[in-house]
């Protein structure tokens, strides 16, 4: 089981990705505080990384590690792509071999993201159904030898890197005091809560997930981490199971104070809803938190909400569908 994430590593991440990772605008919608009751809501507005996802910061991070332990390593990753969009960038910046394994319900835009950066030294693969399948086979290649797998959010490296999104949150508004997060394998959510809980413990933090992909809202609700079925979703970039090792179990349970769940009509309202009104391209996954605002589900009333929108990497099909 790899090792726990602590604030050293954190700190040592935001010095790592300097020039690298952008930090990030935290928008006021005055919208979603007059539709919630919140006092205020800001969007912390990650899809505007240069990779299009938060993915670039753990990514990054536990890339530059990698190269200068082991500079002439071949790596390994799997993903259903913003993860290997932003493991492909860290590997042509360090000029390291990589292999992509992505299953095949990748979403279409993603796979075509992650092709066009294919190189000599950049490989993209299909493999299996979906991202579990590529996630055990990058395990196996790791286990033999073959090369370094660069997780997803199974790795302190990886999930100090994405802590760096609720540093960002707390320097540019100490007054908030709810954050919500998309959870899809855990990393961004516990890395942010690594932090946060540190420095201001009374923040309250939710963490969503599609009702076709609920593996961390199971635990929650049940305690099991056994593997469950997976149902297509629009937010395909969340989707998929947790490995039953994965570290993201444990920060989440500590860390974490509620996980709740959204149906696909919802996520695409909240899609709609960006495009209409701050007129902004995101991804299913990245809307979770918006769509988590609708009435009755949370009690937001008079408290100032981060909610982070995750990644703009969608297909024009999908956005078709969604507006149609």
């Given at each position: 089981?790899?090792?726990?994430p602590?604030?050293?590593?954190?700190?040592?991440?935001?010095?790592?990705?300097?020039?690298?990772?952008l930090h990030?605008?935290?928008?006021?919608?005055r919208?979603l505080g007059?539709?919630?009751g919140a006092?205020?809501?800001?969007?912390?507005?990650e899809?505007?990384q240069?990779?299009?996802a938060?993915?670039?910061r753990?990514?990054?991070?536990m890339v530059?590690?990698?190269?200068?332990?082991s500079?002439?390593?071949a790596?390994v990753?799997?993903s259903?792509?913003?993860?290997?969009?932003?493991?492909?960038?860290?590997?042509v910046?360090?000029?390291?071999?990589?292999?992509v394994?992505?299953?095949?319900?990748v979403?279409?835009?993603?796979?075509?993201?992650l092709?066009a950066?294919?190189?000599?030294?950049?490989?993209?693969?299909?493999?299996?159904s979906?991202t579990?399948?590529?996630e055990?086979?990058?395990r196996?290649?790791?286990?033999a030898?073959?090369?370094?797998y660069?997780?997803?959010?199974?790795?302190?490296d990886?999930?100090?890197?994405?802590?760096?999104?609720?540093?960002?949150?707390l320097?540019d508004?100490p007054?908030?005091?709810?954050?919500?997060?998309?959870?899809?394998?855990?990393?961004?959510?516990?890395g942010?809560?690594?932090w946060?809980k540190?420095?201001?413990?009374?923040?309250q933090?939710?963490g969503?997930?599609?009702?076709?992909?609920?593996p961390?809202?199971?635990y929650?609700?049940t305690?099991?981490?056994?593997a469950m079925?997976i149902?297509?979703?629009?937010?395909?970039?969340?989707?998929g199971n947790?490995?039953?090792t994965?570290?993201?179990?444990?920060?989440?349970?500590?860390l974490v104070?509620?996980?709740?769940?959204?149906?696909?009509e919802e996520?695409?309202?909240?899609?709609?809803?960006a495009?209409?009104?701050p007129?902004l391209?995101?991804?299913?996954?990245?809307?979770?938190?918006?769509?988590?605002?609708?009435?009755?589900?949370?009690?937001?009333?008079?408290?100032?909400?981060?909610?982070?929108?995750t990644g703009?990497?969608v297909?024009l099909?999908?956005?078709?569908g969604?507006?149609?």
């Open positions: 089981m790899p090792r726990m602590t604030l050293a590593d954190v700190n040592a991440a935001r010095a790592r990705l300097h020039g690298i990772a990030t605008p935290l928008e006021p919608s919208e007059e539709a919630t006092a205020e809501v800001r969007l912390k507005r899809e505007v240069p990779t299009g938060f993915k670039t753990g990514a990054h991070n530059a590690i990698v190269a200068e332990q500079p002439a390593a790596l990753t799997a259903s792509g913003n993860h290997g969009i932003a493991v492909a960038t860290a590997a910046r360090h000029d390291m071999r990589l292999t394994l992505v299953g095949r319900s979403s279409p835009a993603k796979l075509e993201r092709r950066l294919e190189t000599n030294r950049i490989t993209v693969e299909l493999t299996g979906d579990d399948d590529a055990a086979e990058a196996r290649r790791d286990d030898g073959h090369a370094i660069i997780p997803p959010y199974n790795d302190a990886v999930i100090a890197g994405q802590a760096t999104v609720g540093v960002e949150i320097e508004w007054e908030v005091d709810t954050i919500v997060v998309p959870i899809g394998g855990g990393g961004l959510i516990a942010i809560g690594l946060v540190a420095v201001k413990p009374s923040v933090l939710i969503v997930q599609p009702s076709a992909s609920p961390m809202y199971a929650f609700e305690g099991t981490v056994d079925p149902a297509p979703t629009i937010a395909d970039g969340v989707a947790i490995e039953r994965s570290i993201t179990w444990k920060l989440c349970r500590r104070d509620e996980v709740v769940v959204i149906e696909e996520i695409a309202q909240a899609m709609r809803w495009l209409e009104v007129h391209l995101l991804e299913g996954s990245a809307v979770l938190g918006i769509a988590a605002l609708r009435p009755g589900l949370l009690d937001l009333a008079g408290r100032n909400v981060a909610i982070v929108t703009r990497n297909s099909e999908t956005v078709r969604v507006v149609g």
